[in-house]
């Protein structure tokens, strides 16, 4: 039986506190790094506890989970587009984050996506 938990994209701290769980919060980066509104405005800043490879973590879950991955920047900032398999039609809305931000902000985001909209790793969905 797997346990219910939530790993946060920012620095891969992992909760299985119910209530961390429900609103995606990260208890050391405070803040809640899990909630595709909230989580953009801190993943999109700078944080101290943010693991510097997360983004190439992010990376190869979107590309497991059968995604193509177009990065490239945007007005508002660097904006990430998922496409399945070699579509030309975005499978999610394009993830854009704040200006100046990292392309690994922008990689969790759509990661977050991804996972709510149903894909998983090994390019099962439910």
């Known amino acids: 039986m797997t346990t219910p938990a939530f790993t946060c994209p920012c620095c891969g701290a992992t909760s299985s506190n119910p209530n961390d769980i429900a609103q995606r919060y990260c208890g050391r980066c405070h803040d ?3 909630d ?3 989580g953009a405005r801190h993943l999109a800043g700078g944080c101290p506890e943010r693991m510097t490879e997360q ?3 992010d990376l190869a879950w979107l ?3 059968g ?3 177009r990065i490239g920047p945007d007005a508002a900032g660097m904006k990430v587009t998922l496409f399945e398999g070699a579509g030309s039609v975005p499978v999610i809305d394009p993830v854009t984050v704040w200006p100046n931000a990292v392309v ?3 990689l969790a985001m759509a990661r977050m996506i ?3 909209a149903g894909y998983a790793a090994g390019g099962i969905r439910p």
Do not use: Q, R
């Open 32 to 34: 809640w790094t899990g």
């Open 36 to 38: 595709p509104g909230l």
């Open 55 to 57: 983004g190439f973590a």
């Open 63 to 65: 590309l497991d989970a």
């Open 67 to 69: 995604l193509e991955v």
């Open 104 to 106: 690994g902000a922008a």
């Open 114 to 116: 991804a996972e709510d």
